[in-house]
C-alpha cells in the first residue's frame, strides 16, 4: 500500500522560508508522479507543484514560479518542496499526492494517493 507522510509545515513570516518534506513508500513501479496540493480555509484545494518520478518533468502554477521548487531524493524516496519568499496568500493546509502511471493535473485535486496534510502558516 502507498503511504505518503508529510513533514515541515509551521509558522514563518512574510518572506521567510520552508522545507516541506514528503517520504513515500509502496510503490510497486517507477511510473508515478509526486505532487503538492494546498487549501487554504475556505477555497477549494489547488495544485502547486508536481514531479514525475519517470523522467524528472516538473511544474508550478503561476502564482509559486521562481519561489517554490520541487526535488526528490531517490535515496530515501523524499519529496521536497522548498518555499522562499513566502507569500500571507501561501497560508494552507499542505497535501502531497500521488498518482500511478500518469502525472498529477494542478488544475484538479484528483489523486490516486494522499498524505494527511501539513498546516504552512505565513504571518506579517
Known amino acids: 500500500e502507498v503511504q505518503l507522510v508529510e513533514s515541515g509545515g509551521g509558522l514563518v513570516q512574510e518572506g521567510g522560508s520552508l522545507r516541506l518534506s514528503c517520504v513515500a513508500s509502496?510503490?510497486?513501479?517507477?511510473?508515478?508522479?509526486i505532487g503538492w496540493y494546498r487549501q487554504a480555509p475556505g477555497r477549494r484545494r489547488e495544485g502547486v507543484s508536481y514531479?514525475?518520478?519517470?523522467?524528472?518533468?516538473?511544474d508550478y502554477i503561476d502564482s509559486v514560479k521562481g519561489r517554490f521548487t520541487i526535488s526528490s531524493d531517490t535515496a530515501t524516496n523524499t519529496i521536497y518542496l522548498q518555499m522562499n519568499s513566502l507569500e500571507l496568500e501561501d497560508t494552507a493546509v499542505y497535501y502531497c499526492a500521488a498518482v500511478v502511471r500518469g502525472l498529477l493535473s494542478l488544475y484538479s485535486d484528483y489523486a490516486d494517493y494522499w498524505g494527511q496534510g501539513t498546516q504552512v502558516t505565513v504571518s506579517s
Open positions: 509502496g510503490f510497486t513501479t517507477d511510473d508515478y508522479c
Open positions: 514531479r514525475s518520478n519517470l523522467d524528472g518533468h516538473t
